[in-house]
């Protein structure tokens, strides 16, 4: 009896669980098999035959090409930045970048929905009924959400893959998760869009592209600036809360 009471468990458990396990499956798969398709010179390669199919079936590019920006970003498959670049190179910096950020961020949910089915529901649940400091760690996370989400996304440094994971993993409320995304990847989807846009030139110069602009002086300290701004609600109730002690 107990094994048969197990087993419907066991299969719910797996099936929320397979999203999750399909994503990591593919982007192993992916990380190996498709580097060389989503390449710099494989976009160096192609480009006069994206133009022609661009400028004979524009909408259809457009949907072609948000469509594949999902798929990149929702199974972290390699390719993202000459995802975002390819975006500029077809469609300049705007639309360019509006497209690019559709895509990344509905990407970035699926992610975010199958980890939360997988193990972030358990995995939050297990946080909210712990006690000491990992619940005030996540006590802490729970009052600035959107101030933490934002930041995730406007720090250089943390991995695209690890921003959309670990919301999951803090009951982060669907509509901030995409709302925090979609606004918070902006500056450095602009960035890499604009470099994407001017890719005709480096073409023509047999160059490459500098994918490390976005840490350049003059566009790093805004997007700080921008991080500092997202952080200042956290650093206030710091402040108010230490003045209440």
């Given amino acids: 009896m107990t094994f048969m009471t197990d087993t419907p468990r066991l299969a719910g458990g797996l099936a929320k ?22 390449s710099f010179q494989a976009l160096a390669d192609n480009r006069e035959t994206l133009i022609a199919f661009r400028d004979a079936n524009y909408l259809l590019t457009v949907l072609a090409f948000i469509c594949a ?27 360019g970048a509006l497209f690019n950020i559709t895509g990344a961020t509905i990407g970035a949910t699926a992610i975010f929905m199958a980890a939360r089915m997988g193990f972030g529901e358990k ?16 006590d802490g996370i729970d009052e600035n959400q959107w101030s933490m ?10 991995p695209f893959f690890i921003a959309n994971l670990l919301p999951s993993f803090l009951e982060v ?7 925090s995304t979609f606004l918070g990847i902006i500056p450095g989807a602009v960035v890499y869009t604009s470099v994407g846009a001017g890719l005709g030139e480096v073409f023509a110069r047999g160059e490459t592209p500098n994918l490390g602009i976005i840490f350049e002086p003059h566009i790093l300290f805004p997007i700080l600036g921008l991080c500092a701004l997202a952080a200042l609600p956290i650093v206030i109730k710091a402040i108010r809360g230490k003045e209440g002690i």
Avoid: N
């Fill in 69 to 95: 920006y999902v798929v990149i970003v929702g199974f972290s498959l390699p390719g993202a930045s000459i995802a975002t670049l390819t975006g500029g190179f077809l469609f300049a910096t705007f639309p």
């Fill in 173 to 179: 409320p669907l509509h901030r998760f995409v709302i």
């Fill in 17 to 38: 669980r397979l999203p999750l396990i399909i994503i990591l499956a593919v982007a192993a798969i992916g990380a190996f098999t498709l580097r060389d398709y989503l």
């Fill in 149 to 158: 989400l934002f930041l995730i996304r406007l720090v250089p440094a943390v």
């Fill in 123 to 138: 995995l939050g649940a297990k946080l909210e009924s712990s006690d000491g400091a990992i619940k005030k760690i996540k």
